[in-house]
């Protein structure tokens, strides 16, 4: 009896030892830049990656002083991209692949016009001024 218990505990420590890792705790990274005009990095630009295709699960961040996102923690698989600043967003960077436990570089540039795909939304427009009635003379 003591042998196949022994048996037994060496078959389960093999089968947890050679047992694959969960697909779900190997992730990856995307990370890159943004540019605008003059090929100048883009602070403050919002970049957002959601699942290509679907479109599912969107997730945003902003660029650092230097143009720089980074986004963790993602299962591998297809991913689109785009980047906006005042209003004005880059082309969708379309189905970029993410390999488990690597990092993937993406480079994103705003163009000097609005995309086309992506209305932009109307500057503010000031309130109307009231006509203030002239003083009548007496």
Not at 22 to 40: A, C, Y
Request: some cysteine; hydrophobic content about 35%; glycine content about 6%.
């Amino acid at each position: 009896m003591s042998k196949f218990i022994s048996a037994v505990c060496v078959v389960a420590l093999l089968c947890l030892i050679a047992a694959p890792a969960n697909p779900r705790d190997v992730t990856s990274t995307i990370e890159g830049v943004v540019f605008g005009l003059d090929d100048k990095p883009v602070p403050s630009a919002r970049v957002i990656v959601q699942e290509s295709g679907n479109g599912e699960h969107p997730h945003a961040a902003l660029t650092d002083v230097e143009g720089r996102f980074s986004f963790q923690r993602f299962l591998p698989g297809a991913y689109d991209l785009r980047a906006s600043y005042l209003g004005i967003w880059s082309p969708w960077e379309k189905n970029v692949r993410l390999q488990s436990g690597k990092a993937t570089r993406v480079t994103l540039r705003i163009p000097a016009s609005p995309s086309k795909d992506k209305p932009t939304q109307p500057p503010p427009q000031a309130p109307p001024t009231p006509e203030i009635p002239s003083p009548s003379k007496p």
